[in-house]
């Protein structure tokens, strides 16, 4: 009996220790010959935790643009010059030369002595002048190591008195110095003075003076007048060649029919005095009318078709009153319709026609105006005529 209560003790443990699911199951099921009926099956909600709000993620922030960096300097390459290596080097005894006073038309040379002092073959490259009146010579371009050269410039002095400022540059080889500039200077002195520095000659009709030229030894030498000649031959001169002296007068003859055709020129006096060997004076000359305009231009002209030119004047510098003998066109393409006096001179209105243009560009004229017993003056005429479109 105990082992059956043991048992049973045992078997009701067991029973409680099995899942309720499986005793529940085994008590809902259906007896045998019972229909199953489905029971749907219920949905049980079931509350979720509520979630936070999920925040959006900063953008990374953006990196700043680099400063922009400075172009780097690219550097010219520059050839390295090896010391150790040979090298021609050029050096002059001096590097200016005064001449001190010189005669006015004298020829003058000097003298730049040069030695190779590097241990490289030597050359001259160029030699150049700064002007025309300076001649260089020189025996040969290339010289040997401690080998010397003689660099001759001859300097041909002007006719006046002026300071003297000349340069010469040499180019050679020379890796450290290759140009060398050479001085020359010093000052022109007169050696025979002339009065008046500068001729102002007139034009006027009733004057007669004469003008002279007074030229004088400043050293005492005595010297003589070989010759005279001026610009367009308008200046002359009644002298002795055989004359000797140190101070000369000479009147001037002036011709002002040929001097009416440059208003400014030059005389050239040549001399026997050894150290000027001539004079050279300045002239101008005030003509007697002055034109306005000197020529007549025109643009966009039409064949036929009138231009009128207005102002056209003539006067004498001099305030002389005179008058007019004639006015003609050379080719008839202009013509006076106005002419009225005014205070010592005139002034004209001019009708110029264009020609027909014959396929050419343009056409000319000359108007001129004769002075009673007197001049001819002359006024150029210029006309271009319209281009055509295409």
Request: proline residues 8%; aromatic residues 6%; positive net charge.
């Amino acid at each position: 009996m105990k082992r059956v209560s043991l048992i049973l003790v045992v078997l009701g443990i067991g029973c409680i220790l099995l899942p309720q699911g499986g005793c529940k199951a085994a008590a809902k099921s259906p007896a045998e010959g019972e229909p199953l009926v489905e029971t749907p099956a219920k949905t049980v909600a079931v509350a979720e935790p509520a979630r936070e709000p999920v925040k959006p993620k900063p953008e990374p922030a953006k990196p700043k643009p680099a400063p922009d960096k400075p172009k780097p300097v690219v550097k010219e390459a520059v050839a390295k010059v090896d010391p150790n290596a040979p090298s021609a080097r050029i050096k002059f005894d001096k590097l200016i030369h005064d001449f001190g006073n010189i005669d006015p038309g004298s020829s003058n040379v000097c003298e730049f002595p040069f030695k190779n002092v590097g241990d490289a073959l030597l050359k001259i490259l160029s030699v150049k002048t700064d002007c025309g009146c300076a001649v260089f010579t020189l025996e040969k371009k290339e010289y040997a190591p401690g080998e010397s050269g003689t660099l001759k410039i001859k300097y041909h002095a002007t006719s006046r008195a002026s300071s003297v400022s000349r340069y010469t540059v040499v180019t050679s080889n020379d890796s450290v110095k290759p140009k060398v500039t050479l001085t020359m200077k010093g000052r022109v002195v007169e050696r025979v003075a002339y009065e008046p520095k500068k001729l102002n000659l007139l034009l006027k009709s009733d004057d007669q003076t004469l003008p002279t030229i007074t030229l004088t030894s400043l050293d005492g030498k005595p010297f003589s007048v070989k010759g005279i000649k001026s610009s367009v031959n308008a200046i002359s001169a009644q002298f002795d060649p055989a004359v000797q002296a140190t101070k000369f007068v000479l009147q001037l003859e002036v011709d002002k029919a040929r001097l009416q055709r440059v208003s400014n020129g030059i005389v050239e006096i040549a001399l026997t005095h050894p150290a000027a060997r001539s004079v050279s004076i300045l002239f101008s000359a005030l003509m007697r009318f002055s034109l306005n305009p000197l020529t007549i231009i025109l643009f966009d002209a039409e064949p036929g078709k009138p231009i009128i030119r207005n102002n056209v004047t003539i006067l004498n510098n001099y305030k002389e009153e005179f008058e007019i003998a004639s006015a003609k066109s050379k080719e008839g393409i202009a013509k006076v319709v106005k002419q009225e006096k005014i205070r010592y001179g005139y002034r004209f209105s001019l009708q110029i026609t264009p020609p027909d243009s014959g396929g050419k560009q343009r056409f000319s004229d000359e108007f001129s105006v004769q002075i009673k017993d007197g001049d001819l003056l002359k006024i150029k005429c210029q006309g271009f005529y319209r281009r055509k479109r295409k």
